[in-house]
């Protein structure tokens, strides 16, 4: 099966700018997730998506950060404006449900990189 | 809050030599638990889990873990590394909880180097 397909994987930016990801998760995965991964930290989840609801975004910086998924299917995630530590790699990942049974498949992320 | 705590932030092994990584977590329910591998330029990948039953667990890779519901504790260890097993490794942990949704939690990781 084809994975997690993220782009672009690399991205250069000045402070104050704004920058979006998009995520397409594997064929007939509900849900999915985006994770922020500071480097030596481990990933943190930042919004959960079931279907294209919302189910968790506890931890998203709502004031900077926002994300959506249309129809279901892809996600994009925006930063606007960027800071300095927002500087990590962002992780999109999914999986088949929601129950705490179903394991995650991550895509390769997006470097981020805030300058 | 739940979390989880990986012992060691940077292991260098030779080849040959045996591996545990310590992980523990703090949570007082249900938990699965995870290990997942990033090797360099790769995506996270899953290495092996526990749901229930067998608390020693064989993952891929010739990679095993025990959980030990006492001390909240899910070691990965390999009696024998390989130079292809340098790579990060997280532990994570997935509470139950009520809706039944998925939160997995992560651990800061353990970057592995391994030398021949």
């Known amino acids: 099966e084809a994975g997690v397909a993220q782009s672009p994987r690399y991205k250069i930016i000045e402070k104050r700018q704004s920058v979006a990801f998009w995520c397409n998760p594997i064929?007939?995965?509900?849900?999915l997730y985006w994770y922020q991964q500071i480097l030596g930290q481990g990933p943190k989840l930042l919004i959960q998506f079931q279907n294209n609801g919302v189910v968790d975004d506890s931890q998203l910086p709502k004031d900077r950060f926002s994300a959506e998924r249309l129809k279901g299917v892809d996600s994009t995630l925006k930063i606007q404006p960027a800071k300095l530590e927002d500087s990590a790699v962002y992780l999109c990942?999914?999986?088949?449900?929601?129950?705490?049974?179903?394991?995650?498949?991550f895509g390769n992320g997006t470097r981020l990189t805030v300058t | 809050a739940q979390s989880v705590s990986q012992h060691n932030h940077h292991v260098i092994l030779s080849e040959a030599a045996s591996l545990e990584l310590g992980c523990n977590y703090s949570?007082?329910?249900?938990?699965?638990l995870f290990w997942y591998v990033q090797y360099p330029g790769q995506h996270l990948q899953l290495l092996l889990k526990?749901?229930?039953?067998?608390?020693l667990v064989k993952g891929i890779k010739g990679f095993e873990a025990e959980f030990i519901k006492s001390k909240f504790s899910f070691n990965l260890r390999k009696p024998s590394v390989q130079w292809s097993d340098t790579a990060e490794y997280f532990c994570a942990v997935n509470a139950r909880r009520s809706g039944g949704y998925n939160k997995l939690i992560f651990g800061a990781g353990t970057r592995l180097a391994v030398h021949p």
């Open positions: 990942a999914s999986s088949l449900g929601q129950s705490y049974n179903s394991p995650l498949h």
């Open positions: 526990y749901f229930s039953g067998d608390p």
């Open positions: 949570y007082g329910g249900t938990v699965n």
């Open positions: 064929s007939g995965h509900a849900t």
